[in-house]
């Protein structure tokens, strides 16, 4: 069993920046692969980021591209995601997952745990 919780959401004006960070217990961190996704009013769950279990290899949706950094440190059991460059069409609740096991990076089914989400607003 394993818990995430999300935290530095908040609001931000376009252009500017936030971290979230995901903090993670019940398990052996370093053991499980990390994903970030982004949920928009009135639409699905969407791909933002994935880590792997060493962090020596990220994948990133194209609109994020250049903006966003996934990161993690296994000592500290957490997973980043470094948005910069924020925009209006950012805006979402942003949630971290995990993965024991992972074939598709950017499929939500393949992930096991899911935190609560943090919200993040964009303003214009």
């Known amino acids: 069993q394993v818990q995430l919780v999300e935290s530095g959401g908040g609001l931000v004006q376009a252009g500017g920046s936030l971290r979230l960070s995901c903090a993670a217990s019940?398990?052996?961190?370093?053991?499980?692969?990390m994903g970030w996704f982004g949920q928009a009013p009135g639409k699905e769950r969407e791909f933002v980021a994935y880590i792997s279990r060493s962090g020596g290899t990220t994948y990133y949706a194209d609109s994020v591209k250049g903006r966003f950094t996934i990161s993690r440190d296994n000592a500290k059991n957490t997973v980043y995601l470094q948005m910069n460059s924020l925009k209006p069409e950012d805006t979402a609740v942003y949630y971290c997952a995990a993965a024991a096991r992972l074939s598709v990076v950017s499929t939500p089914d393949e992930y096991d745990y899911w935190g609560q989400g943090a919200q993040v607003t964009v303003s214009s």
């Open positions: 019940g398990g052996t961190f370093s053991s499980y692969r």
